[in-house]
């Protein structure tokens, strides 16, 4: 199946710093991409939609000047999580449709943890 | 409310029983997904549905769009099959050129050898 890969895995910084993660489809090209934050024993939240080419669109309550996203290419979408505060330690996970047939599958990244000390 | 509602939270088995987790959704909806997510995170989607009935290997995944309710069925289960299990949505509602799921909070099975 399709792959997406996510990098870092994990990353420790301290408050105040930013941070930026990466979204990859691996073999297949993606003019959106999702991104999610999950809690701990929560479920995914949709954070925003990437669009290649465009601004990304924001859920309600998602500050777009604190977590900014760039879809530079087809493959690649960024999320950047400037000045982290301890409360933005959660799981960021990315997913991305392909198309199969009728219907679009959804390919998930392997998460990031972020811990703001 | 959650549009989508999970059952059990949490359901620990021994090695070798079949196992049901089940999944409830209030509005109108063109897919539903069966997720799985590993202790380390990451996540592999099992199934996607819009009707009927899927089988892979030991798992089997069910809906019935007019009682809006899916089931993931586990078969023979096995300690590896451990992890969260989680029912995903995409509404109707949804524009045509979006993807966007609302997921459940996830079922965390353990299976105990």
């Known amino acids: 199946g399709a792959v997406v890969s996510q990098h870092p895995s994990r990353v420790i910084c301290k408050s105040g710093t930013s941070v930026k993660i990466e979204c990859r489809s691996l073999?297949?090209?993606?003019?959106?991409m999702f991104w999610y934050r999950q809690f701990p024993k929560q479920s995914l939240m949709l954070m925003a939609t990437?669009?290649?080419?465009?601004?990304?669109?924001?859920e309600q309550g998602v500050e777009k000047d604190k977590f900014l996203i760039n879809h530079a290419s087809l493959t690649l979408s960024t999320l950047t999580v400037t000045s982290a505060h301890p409360e933005d330690s959660s799981f960021y996970i990315c997913?991305?449709?392909?198309?199969?047939?009728?219907?679009?599958?959804?390919?998930f990244g392997p998460g990031t943890r972020l811990t703001v000390l | 409310k959650n549009e989508v509602e999970q059952s059990p939270q949490n359901l620990t088995a021994q090695e070798g029983e079949f196992i049901t987790i089940n999944c409830s959704y209030s509005?109108?909806?063109?897919?539903l997904h069966w997720l799985q997510q590993h202790p380390g995170g990451g996540i592999v989607s099992l199934f996607m549905?819009?009707?009927g009935k899927k089988k892979h290997g030991r798992l089997i995944a069910t809906i019935n769009i007019q009682e809006k309710h899916s089931s993931l069925h586990i078969t023979a289960s096995h300690p590896r099959d451990s992890a969260v299990y989680i029912c995903?949505?995409?509404?109707?509602?949804?524009?045509?050129?979006?993807?966007?799921?609302?997921f459940g909070k996830g079922t965390k099975l353990s299976v105990i050898p």
């Open positions: 995903a949505v995409r509404s109707l509602t949804t524009g045509a050129g979006s993807y966007q799921l609302t």
């Open positions: 990437s669009n290649e080419g465009s601004k990304a669109t924001y």
């Open positions: 073999d297949f090209q993606a003019t959106t």
């Open positions: 509005v109108g909806i063109s897919a």
């Open positions: 549905l819009s009707s």
């Open positions: 997913s991305a449709p392909l198309a199969r047939g009728w219907y679009n599958e959804q390919f």
